[in-house]
């Protein structure tokens, strides 16, 4: 049996360790009993997949604990594509400004709404 999905939770480079190893795609959480939102600070989601050459990510939640150039360069070389889900004007710029080094295409996602709670 091959897993189309395997969610790991724990931090962004533990998590990213595992990604090599894995056919199907991968999603990082920090707490494997809730499903990932941006409902507090702490919160994160970084789903990694393999389409095509290349390999897409799409981050969702907070940015607080972390610095944009760590998430960026902790990233898988191939990356192509990052997509993020409801960002702020300010982090797109600053997000946009850490991966210009790298031929990265950037695209911003609003969030998808669960009754009253904002989730990736």
Do not use: H, K
């Not at 962004?12 to 600070?41: H, N, Q, S």
């Not at 095509?52 to 150039?69: D, K, N």
């Not at 889900?85 to 996602?109: C, F, H, K, N």
């Amino acid at each position: 049996m091959r897993f189309a999905e395997l969610v790991l939770a724990g931090g962004i480079r533990r998590g990213l360790a595992a990604w090599p190893a894995l056919a199907g795609a991968l999603a990082i959480v920090p707490d494997p009993w809730l499903e990932a939102c941006t409902m507090a600070a702490w919160d994160y989601t970084r789903r990694i997949a393999r389409v095509g050459e290349g390999v897409a990510v799409r981050m969702t939640g907070s940015w607080l604990l972390q610095s944009i150039e760590d998430a960026i360069d902790g990233l898988p070389a191939d990356v192509y594509q990052i997509e993020l889900a409801g960002m702020s004007d300010e982090l797109l710029a600053r997000v946009r400004q850490a991966a210009a080094r790298r031929p990265i295409t950037i695209v911003r996602t609003p969030l998808r709404r669960t009754r009253n709670v904002q989730c990736s």
